[in-house]
T-cell receptor, first 114, second 118 residues
Framework: DAKTTQPPSMDCAEGRAANLPCNHS???????VYWYRQIHSQGPQYIIH???NNETNEMASLIITEDRKSSTLILPHATLRDTAVYYC???????????????FGEGTQLTVNP | DGGITQSPKYLFRKEGQNVTLSCEQN?????MYWYRQDPGQGLRLIYY???????QKGDIAEGYSVSREKKESFPLTVTSAQKNPTAFYLC?????????????????FGPGTRLTVT
């Protein structure tokens, strides 16, 4: 399985951009990078995913380096409600008949300060 | 509303008792998953099911059992063989777990069940 490495914690001022890094140096060519977040004592919430190109949706932007060994999740205007644990995950393929799985690490605790 | 429901939210049991956690989804998803989360840690996969009447062990299946008799339901039984059953249990589903060609593998999570065994 491809492993991911994230800083354990980060702080961000409200209204500023939050940039959360992730290293996945052993990622395979057909593996996707997914980002989820988990607000305390709730189920994780999907944010965004990508393969090679940068992606943007209503929640965030995902920047993947050209060699695909790292990525950055960007929350353009962080709010207090964005305080959560953010997980960077590489989708692992088990084969055509066995499907895929997501392996969650410990993530980054993002604290947005007023 | 479409989504995943887990019940109950909090569950207390005595040591040595089996307990079954409920997970139901009305998203018409083929794949379902059970995760365990301990304080300050990430999620660990217990079992997953790609399709009805089929399931596979995840990373920490010992002491747990599941069934998948219906597409909508994926109950998890925590048996007395599980040495440290106290944890936060999360159920999830996704539209398809099979194949590598699908680009979207978004998992939808339920609200979780917090199990305390004393």
């Amino acid at each position: 399985d491809a492993k991911t490495t994230q800083p354990p914690s980060m702080d961000c001022a409200e209204g500023r951009a939050a940039n959360l890094p992730c290293n996945h140096s052993t990622i395979s060519g057909n593996e996707y990078v997914y980002w989820y977040r988990q607000i305390h004592s709730q189920g994780p919430q999907y944010i965004i995913h990508g393969l090679k190109n940068n992606e943007t949706n209503e929640m965030a932007s995902l920047i993947i380096t050209e060699d695909r060994k790292s990525s950055t999740l960007i929350l353009p205007h962080a709010t207090l409600r964005d305080t959560a644990v953010y997980y960077c995950i590489v989708r692992t393929h088990l084969g055509e008949t066995s499907g895929s799985r997501l392996t969650f690490g410990e993530g980054t605790q993002l604290t947005v300060n007023p | 509303d479409g989504g995943i429901t887990q019940s109950p939210k909090y569950l207390f049991r005595k040591e040595g008792q089996n307990v079954t956690l409920s997970c139901e989804q009305n998203l018409n998803h083929d794949a379902m998953y059970w995760y365990r989360q301990d304080p300050g840690q990430g999620l660990r996969l217990i079992y997953y099911s790609q399709i009805v009447n089929d399931f596979q062990k995840g990373d920490i299946a010992e002491g747990y059992s599941v069934s998948r008799e219906k597409k909508e339901s994926f109950p998890l039984t925590v048996t007395s063989a599980q040495k440290n059953p106290t944890a936060f249990y999360l159920c999830a589903s996704s539209s398809s777990g099979r194949g590598g060609s699908s680009s979207s593998y978004e998992q939808y999570f339920g609200p979780g069940t917090r199990l305390t065994v004393t």
